[in-house]
């Protein structure tokens, strides 16, 4: 298990076995009626992000040693539901696999092109399926982090510490609010805005809270 959370970059990881921490990890786990083996609280080799993720192999959950110092309790608790939300959920697409299936079908059309000249006139087109691909895969992400959301609330029944806690994340990590057109197409994750309304929407309280 350690290896693979060190082949992601993190560094120094802590397995909680009996800390107040996994207790409430696991707390609301069984609350959420997910199976969940254990919590790591890690520090990344490359950055310093209040961050968290669930990996579905070993029904861990990972979080950032400094997600958890900087978040209240009730934040981190909606951060934990959310990512339990993830392992309930069904699995989501790996988008660099897209990005590999790309490169066969490139090159099988390059191999049997009749000639230079009439690959070259609808080379073009072939970049169409891989944008197609990378836009689709998008949104199932973002669909699947917008229901991860609502089930966070639903296990906590606090809809607005899940917003609170990705605006404490955002200032932290220093992200923006908002993405634009192009950013909302291919990333793999809603803007907070984009998830904040969501969740108001959901729970139908006024957006302009």
Known sequence: VK?????????RLT????????ARAMEIARQAGVRLNGVVVF????????NAFAHRLTR?????DRLIRNLTKREVDAVIAHELGHLRGWPGVYLPKLYWT??????????????TSAFEWWEPFIAF??????????RICQSRELAADVRSARVS????????????IARLNREPAAWGRIEGLILTHPSLTTRAL???ARFQFPPSR
Do not use: N, T
């Open 43 to 50: 520090q990344h080799r490359h950055f310093h992000q209040a």
């Open 102 to 115: 790309y490169l066969p079908f490139y090159f099988a059309c390059w191999v049997v092109s009749d000639s």
């Open 157 to 168: 029944g606090d809809s607005h510490g899940m917003i609170a806690a990705l605006a404490r």
């Open 60 to 64: 861990y959950i990972a979080v950032s």
């Open 198 to 200: 969501s969740l108001a």
């Open 15 to 22: 397995f909680l076995e009996a800390e107040e921490f996994r």
């Open 129 to 138: 399926p891989a944008v197609v691909a990378v836009i689709v895969s998008a």
């Open 3 to 11: 290896a693979l959370f060190k082949q992601g970059g993190l560094r």
